[in-house]
């Protein structure tokens, strides 16, 4: 089999794209103390919006803009309920998940068997959404550990009665970053149907949402680790389509297990690390999951 | 401005009027959506919530609600008293697969031996499965403390593939000229699974079921285990002190809710589905999850709310036949009803109060 | 000392749902000067504080801060406006660093560089050694409040706000903080002090305006007051005497021996060789700072947490290897501190918290099957004999007092007739008649012939109870000293003395 490094490289971080734009998101927002289990719903949300918007306007990254959008609005869902009903955080994640999933496989009919306008490659043969991914590690990087808001952000994750007493607005601020963690599946989701498949089929985030869910676990709450977990999936992905193009004696459903059982295998090393490990921080925020209700 | 005042104790009346009020909702909110898509949505409710039981093809569709309503209220008997405890098995979809895979793959590999103990050696089979794709995420929880609720969750991705491979490959049937799926089970008078009283739709798996309902009842509400599980979900620490072992809880409540899921898998695959195919995960895996907590996790609300899911499952195909519904109509229906019902339960909690400006 | 009000409370009235939390307060603080606010738990001390800085809006009354109308709409504009707090919880951020939290409550804080070298000369200035880069994880209680105080002080506050500052501090530590708020009354910063130690309020406060029921009782000059009157004031009413008669040391019931555990995780502490004997009829006092191994301590003894064999025996039997219910059996009894959530489920009714750990000595589960009637009876006792404030035992857990609430679960243990009972902080955050009838049933239990282990972060209630004292300092136990004849000084020694003050630099 021929191995061109560098195309090899191309299409790790292409296929790395649209978990790595989840995972950022999914990172932003429980960096705010928000576990939003809904990241596969809003995917697939963004997958059928931004297909419909690129193939019905010929313009992909108007996609991709109605793409961020839908996330951001299918997630206010979940910010209403976990927000403002104080509704349980994993239950309502899976609520949003099962819902977007429906939804999309709707309203998605139509769009079945259409082909998504070509995307336009940018410099060094990466398209742009793929520029933009890579812009954003740095970006959320320093949004988080040099920015104000980052820390106030990071505050109310790590300990949400300190920064209300400190007088910040912890329903705000969470809100806020659920927003932006629904944008950013979508945007993830879209990559999937616009730049990837260049079409709509039911169900076709396939787990991609969970996965991210697991990276950010593996990044131990980094945007440089988000990167490496989604390049590491990455990597997994693109080897075992290469392997299944190859043919090799494998059937291809037990190939096409290699991502799942990865996310298996890095979750159980990282968890291991963390519970064995005796150093303090770097583990995950210290409100993550729980909802706060202040009496007033 | 509304304020959220905590309740020392949930509200009872609410805890039973919050679903009722959620199916209401949905309802409402469904029939706007159906307007709007530009569909009768009298009609489409009717369809739905009605004609299964008492329209027209009533008589084929009734005996159907058994048969949905089986595995749903088997698999959510299970996750319920997870979810209790705070452990969250979302991969019940996978351990139903897995169950339906060992309890079949015993039929295959003992054809066309006839024997009454056949098909409890399946059902145990079955169970077995299940539990052991359930002590999977358990035992990688419990060892490395890694997240039950994503391992499950992959790991119904990689039962699907298990199923398409078993399908293709080695359970594939000899003798079916190449198509992709196993034999048969109802042909199979000693693996089948058929129905017990004619035109009630009623199998082996609603025994199970009902079984099932009971036991978990006597379990939560009589039995010092349930009382552990209940004081873990509330109050973790609580539950250590009075010597429950964490580790055992998540293995308990993982190796049960999955071996009951592997339990629906196998009264599918034996029963109504009757082969292995590619196709096996319907998707009751996850319903399930709706149903428990439609139903309060609590077994007599589970069995409620597992009927009423089955109604939606079979009035979505009628409406799907008979009105050309998408046949997604069902899945958004179905997550509507958990939105609505995990944003009213805001009214079992807290009281809602006006806040009076100063 | 100068003799303008900087702060200025009148008529101040804040209501809960069923609870008047303040009702007509009214009081000043003038500028240079330490004010307590003297009063139990429960008597609305904390909604005033936290109406001061903006947390809460009061219902009636008008506050004045310098001159001009108070009424933060929150927290920064209270701020702003010149008020600063140092909680008692709920403020540090764990992971994050010193600088960081400092800058989280700072209104514009300068950049990162410029602010640690501020933190370092401050904290300097001070005499409060503090390392900017470091996460609070790492840092005792005593390093932590420190932080608090250095991000009150940056902020040049007219009126600093103490909540009960010295109740995780050693005698030691809390000298170095009342020197640190001298030098900053000097300077002109109005001080509110809140606490319910009278005696450090007598030794450093200027004034004292005291709350019961969420009223002013009276205000006062505490150091012209003894601290009974102090306390009766407070109380509305006389203390109820302690009777310490009729015990006597009898034979060996528990051997601690070379008892060492990891720390559960990293805010948690390792025991170290911990050893201890406690005789029937005896009460075995444990002192130490918060954070010192109380809680892994308890869990070492409740069963919990396992430990090597032979390190927990009771009457010659060895049960290092088992769990919490085998113990009970054995009658190896525990309270832990934290009463909502580890020693009671806030959500199940009193009848079911009996469950928790009163079935197997009460009969109230055979073979796995709950009698709820027995359940229900044994509540109602212990509801009775405990003189428990509830409308029944179908009421949760979490709706009762604290007071109520602790005498419920010591109750729910006594009443089981233990062989040793171990209970961790039996009287935080209990009001003062609560507290005197639980430390009177542990001396009831103890001279029935009951060994008692008291592990408490409060010395007087350890110098009234003990017959015996430890220190518990960073897992370590010392040996045990006779009680009598104990000063605090030679206590707060045992304790380690002021925790960290080598760490002078980044």
């Known amino acids: 089999m021929m191995i061109d490094p560098l195309s090899v490289f191309l299409l790790l971080i292409s296929a790395s794209t649209p978990i790595l734009f989840a995972a950022l998101g999914e990172l932003v927002a429980e960096r705010a103390g928000v576990l939003n289990l809904g990241v596969e719903g809003m995917m697939i949300t963004g997958a059928l919006a931004g297909f419909a918007a690129a193939y019905a306007t010929g313009n992909p990254f108007l996609g991709f803009l109605v793409a961020a959008l839908a996330g951001a609005v299918i997630s206010m869902l979940f910010a209403g309920l976990t927000q403002l009903f104080l509704a349980n955080q994993v239950a309502s994640g899976l609520a949003l998940t099962l819902f977007g999933l429906g939804l999309a496989a709707m309203f998605g009919k139509p769009f079945e068997g259409v082909k998504a306008p070509p995307m336009p490659t940018g410099p060094l043969r990466i398209n742009w959404i793929v520029w933009l991914g890579l812009i954003m590690v740095p970006l959320i990087w320093a949004f988080l550990n040099r920015s104000r808001a980052g820390l106030i952000l990071r505050g109310v994750g790590e300990n949400h009665e300190a920064a209300h007493a400190l007088g910040y607005n912890v329903r705000l601020t969470r809100t806020a970053a659920i927003a932006f963690g629904g944008a950013m599946a979508g945007v993830g989701g879209a990559y999937i149907s616009i730049a990837t498949v260049l079409q709509w089929t039911e169900g076709m985030t396939a787990g991609a949402g969970w996965i991210a869910l697991a990276i950010v676990v593996f990044s131990k709450w980094t945007a440089p680790g988000v990167l490496a977990g989604a390049w590491l999936f990455g990597g997994v992905t693109v080897l075992q389509l290469r392997l299944q193009a190859a043919g090799v004696a494998v059937p291809v459903q037990l190939l096409s297990m290699a991502p799942y059982l990865a996310t298996i295998l890095v979750l159980v090393i990282i968890s291991a690390r963390q519970k064995y490990s005796r150093r303090a921080g770097g583990g995950s925020p210290g409100s993550l999951g729980t909802n706060f209700h202040a009496l007033r | ?358 | 000392m100068t003799d303008i009000a900087v702060f200025r409370a009148e008529g101040i009235g804040k209501s809960y749902p069923g609870v008047r939390a303040n009702d007509d307060v009214s009081f000043s603080v003038r500028a240079g000067e330490i004010h307590a606010l003297l009063g139990e738990n429960g008597a609305g001390k904390s909604t005033l504080v936290k109406m001061i800085y903006g947390l809460v809006r009061p219902d009636d009354g008008q506050m004045w801060l310098a001159g001009s109308l108070h009424a933060p709409a929150d927290p920064r504009a209270a701020r702003a406006a010149g008020v600063a707090m140092v909680f008692q919880h709920f403020s540090l951020f764990d992971a994050l660093t010193v600088a960081e939290n400092i800058a989280l409550g700072m209104e514009s804080p300068p950049p990162r560089r410029e602010l640690s070298a501020r933190i370092t000369k401050v904290s300097h200035d001070f005499g409060l050694p503090l390392n900017p880069a470091r996460r609070i994880v790492t840092l005792s209680a005593g390093e932590r409040q420190r932080v608090e105080i250095i991000r009150c002080l940056l902020q040049d506050p007219r009126l600093l706000i103490m909540d009960e500052p010295t109740s995780v501090l050693t005698p030691q530590e809390a000298e170095l903080l009342f020197a640190t708020l001298r030098k900053l009354a000097a300077g002109g910063t109005a001080i509110l002090y809140i606490s319910h130690k009278l005696d450090e309020i007598r030794a450093h406060c200027d004034r004292a305006t005291i709350l019961r029921h969420g009223k002013v009782v009276d205000s006062c000059d505490p150091r012209a007051h003894s601290a009974r009157d102090l306390a009766a004031m407070m109380v509305g009413g006389q203390m109820r005497v302690i009777d310490r008669s009729g015990r006597q040391a009898g034979e060996v019931l528990l051997q601690v021996t070379a008892l060492s555990q990891p720390a559960p995780n990293a805010e948690g502490t390792a025991l170290k060789d911990v050893a201890l004997t406690l005789r029937a009829g005896e009460i075995l006092g444990i002192g130490g700072v918060a954070g010192n191994g109380q809680e892994e301590l308890l869990a070492a003894l409740s069963g919990e947490v396992r430990s090597a064999p032979g390190s927990v025996v009771l009457e010659g039997t060895d049960l290092s290897a088992q769990g919490p219910e085998p113990r009970r059996v054995a009658g190896l009894l525990t309270a832990p501190e934290d009463r909502l959530g580890h020693a009671a489920v806030p959500d199940f009714s009193l009848t079911e918290n009996t469950l928790l750990t009163a079935g197997a000595r009460k009969g109230l589960v055979r073979r796995g099957m709950i009698d709820h009637g027995a359940a229900r009876d044994y509540a109602l006792a212990v509801i009775q004999g405990f003189d428990v404030r509830t409308p029944g035992p179908h009421v949760p857990a979490r709706a009762l007092s604290g007071g109520n609430l602790q005498k419920f679960v010591i109750g729910r243990e006594v009443m089981q007739d233990p062989r040793v009972l171990v209970v961790n902080q039996p009287t935080w955050g209990v009001d003062a008649g609560a507290a005197a009838a639980v430390r009177q049933s542990l001396l009831d239990l103890a001279r029935q012939g009951a060994g008692v282990i008291v592990i408490s972060q409060d010395l007087d209630e350890l110098l009234e109870l003990s017959d015996r004292f430890c220190a518990l300092n960073e897992g370590r136990l010392s040996p045990p000293v006779p009680t009598e004849g104990l000063t605090l000084d030679r206590i707060g020694l045992m304790l380690g003395g002021a925790h960290g003050m080598e760490e002078a630099r980044p």
């Open chain 2, 1 to 358: 401005m509304i304020l959220l005042v905590p309740r020392q104790t949930a509200s009872n009346g609410w805890q039973i009027a919050t679903p009722v009020m959620a199916v209401l909702a949905t309802m409402v909110t469904g029939g706007l959506l159906f307007a709007i898509m530009g569909y009768d949505p009298v009609a489409a409710i009717r369809t739905i919530f009605w004609d299964p039981l008492f329209g027209p093809a009533a008589s084929y569709s009734r005996p159907q609600l058994l048969i949905k309503a089986a595995p749903l209220i088997l698999i959510a008997s299970g996750l319920a008293i997870g979810f209790r405890a705070g452990i969250w098995n979302i991969g019940a979809e996978g351990q139903y697969i897995i169950g339906a895979l060992t309890g079949a793959a015993v039929a295959l590999a003992l054809y066309p031996l006839e024997a009454w103990w056949l098909f409890p050696l399946m059902v145990l089979a079955g169970l077995a499965g299940g539990w052991a794709w359930g002590m999977i995420p358990a035992m990688l929880r419990n060892w490395f403390g890694a997240s039950e609720i994503l391992v499950s969750l992959m790991l119904v991705y990689v039962a699907q593939r298990v199923a398409a491979w078993m399908a293709f490959g080695p359970m594939r049937n000899p003798e079916g000229m190449g198509f992709p799926g196993s034999r048969n089970l109802q042909q199979y008078p000693s693996a089948a699974n058929p129905e017990l009283i004619a035109g009630t739709g009623a199998h082996w798996g609603v025994v199970a079921a009902a079984l099932a309902v009971l036991a978990t009842w006597v379990l939560m509400s009589r039995h010092i285990r349930g009382f552990h599980i209940r004081a873990a979900g509330t109050a973790p620490r609580a539950a250590r002190f009075a010597g429950v072992s964490p580790t055992t809880l998540v293995a308990f409540c993982l190796g049960l809710s999955g071996a009951l899921a592997g339990a629906a898998g196998l009264f599918e695959v034996a029963g109504p589905a009757g082969q292995v195919t590619d196709k096996l995960g319907t998707g009751y895996g996850f319903t399930a999850i709706i149903v428990a907590f439609l139903g309060r996790l609590h077994p007599v609300g589970i069995l409620l709310a597992g009927l009423l899911l089955a109604l939606t499952y079979i009035g979505g195909e009628l409406a799907q036949l008979t009105m050309s519904l998408p046949a997604a109509t069902v899945q958004v229906f179905q997550g509507m009803l958990l939105f609505f019902l995990l944003g009213f339960d805001v009214l079992t909690r807290f009281r809602i109060r006006r806040r009076l400006r100063a």
